[in-house]
């Protein structure tokens, strides 16, 4: 698990093909400190198992089903990517809850920048936009971002002066893709619902067979 706050930006130096997926080598400093192979880092929002690890970098392992929901099938050397560690039983929580499962890919639609900051808003599909409200938390790229404003499948952020300069977000271009996670909170209310919904469905079944039976129908 992790919080979406951004340790470092590191730098892909190469990606080879291998079966089923891809090997994604990464140049960092301070997300390799106590790393080991085996161990799990977020890289532009997706959890990757650690494979294999350096002085200076790491690498992961990305099969093709991630490398077709997630941006890192289009990673190339010279990329510069989001990396956080997963936290430990002993780390301060100070973003959101982030899984490191994307849900899909989002794209620019606009970056604003002004002298505080950067507004920049995202186009995701119905499946995604229906668990995001306003002031409601969502992962973008690995960073744990509060939503300002969300407008059919259109969500907008403003990116403080910390996340500028610590993620690369600001970078980003309108049609650039973007990894999404939604809240999974979010989720878990939608499947509570559902399961109200179904136990008031199977209450009503219920009733009506009782009745049908005491009136001789059945």
Do not use: W
Request: proline share 2%.
């Amino acid at each position: 698990m992790f919080t979406g706050l951004i340790e470092e930006k590191g730098v892909v130096t190469g990606v080879q093909k291998a079966t089923s997926g891809i090997i994604i080598a990464i140049k960092a400093s301070i997300v390799i400190d106590g790393t080991t192979r085996g161990d799990s880092i977020s890289v532009d929002g997706a959890c990757q198992t650690v494979t294999a690890t350096g002085a200076d970098s790491f690498s992961v392992f990305a099969s093709d089903i991630t490398c077709n929901l997630t941006t890192l099938g289009d990673f190339k050397a010279g990329r510069v990517v989001n990396l956080e560690r997963a936290m430990s039983a002993l780390s301060r929580f100070g973003g959101h809850i982030v899984q490191g499962h994307v849900d899909g890919k989002g794209e620019i639609v606009s970056v604003k920048p002004d002298p505080n900051g950067v507004e920049i808003s995202v186009s995701v599909a119905p499946g995604l936009s229906r668990y995001m409200v306003a002031k409601g938390s969502v992962a973008v790229d690995g960073i744990s971002l509060t939503i300002v404003s969300i407008e059919d499948n259109v969500f907008t952020l403003y990116l403080i002066p910390e996340t500028v300069s610590e993620t690369t977000l600001p970078a980003k271009k309108v049609h650039d893709a973007v990894n999404i996670e939604v809240d999974i909170l979010a989720k878990y209310v939608e499947r509570m619902l559902q399961g109200s919904s179904l136990k008031e469905e199977e209450k009503r079944d219920s009733e009506l067979a009782r009745k049908l039976m005491e009136e001789g129908y059945m």
